[in-house]
């Protein structure tokens, strides 16, 4: 595998499932984020890992919980969504360094459907 | 706070005609520029990247972009357009250097691309 991979690449759930989504990068970088992509409306950037620390959320409901449990791997859990949480989960990584941060490189993406 | 503006939501151009898309950002220190495309049910990917130096950059499959710091501008160009150019364009803006939180990046709505045969 190289890159960054999403699993699973489709999910449907009730509004009362528990879910995961799974995201690993392959690229040996140390900061991974999730966004949430809606129709019509800019990338949402949900949470941002750095070095396995969550330094930030950016107001996202506590019906999404992040887990970093290493550089490479990153959790989304999901629990009693709702059908406005449909969307395209994208998760991506990029390298932290004393110059700076560098580009983000981009899973392909988790299409979630909530009934 | 920092902001992009894509103000074409979608164009069409027939194929080997030139492209232009428009970029604008609002952003108080220096910029970190970048250019994505995003096929259908594809992640994101880089097209290319600006920081510093010379502000013609160069970029993969063909494309490129200017930075104009007094128009606040970031256009994507390609002078041929090719059927498979079809895709989603997504400019986005953020900042550069040691942030030590990751980087956040602001991106724009997107711009949808169809290309006529």
């Known amino acids: 595998e190289t890159g960054v991979t999403q699993t699973p690449r489709h999910l449907v759930m009730g509004m009362t499932n528990k879910k995961s989504l799974k995201c690993e990068q392959h690229l040996g970088h140390n900061a991974m984020y999730w966004y949430k992509q809606s129709a019509k409306k800019p990338l949402e950037l949900m949470f941002v890992y750095n070095f396995k620390e969550q330094t930030e959320n950016n107001s996202v409901p506590s019906r999404f919980s992040p887990e970093c449990p290493n550089s490479s791997h990153l959790f989304l859990h999901l629990h009693t969504l709702q059908p406005e949480d449909s969307a395209l989960y994208l998760c991506?990584?990029?390298?932290?360094?004393?110059?700076?941060?560098?580009?983000?490189?981009f899973g392909p993406g988790t299409r979630l459907t909530v009934l | 706070a920092q902001s992009v503006t894509q103000p074409d939501i979608h164009i069409t151009v027939s194929e080997g005609a030139s492209l232009e898309l428009r970029c604008n950002y609002s952003?108080?220190?220096?910029?970190?520029l970048f250019w994505y495309v995003q096929s259908p049910g594809q992640g994101l990917q880089l097209l290319l990247k600006?920081?510093?130096?010379?502000?013609l950059v160069q970029g993969i499959k063909g494309f490129e972009a200017e930075f104009k710091r007094s128009q606040s501008s970031f256009n994507l160009r390609k002078p041929s357009v090719h059927w498979s150019d079809a895709a989603e364009y997504f400019c986005a803006v953020g900042p550069f250097g040691l942030t030590g939180g990751g980087n956040k990046l602001t991106f724009g709505t997107g711009t949808q691309l169809k290309v006529e045969l």
């Open positions: 952003y108080g220190a220096t910029p970190y």
């Open positions: 991506a990584s990029s390298q932290e360094g004393n110059s700076g941060s560098d580009e983000q490189f």
């Open positions: 600006y920081f510093s130096g010379d502000t």
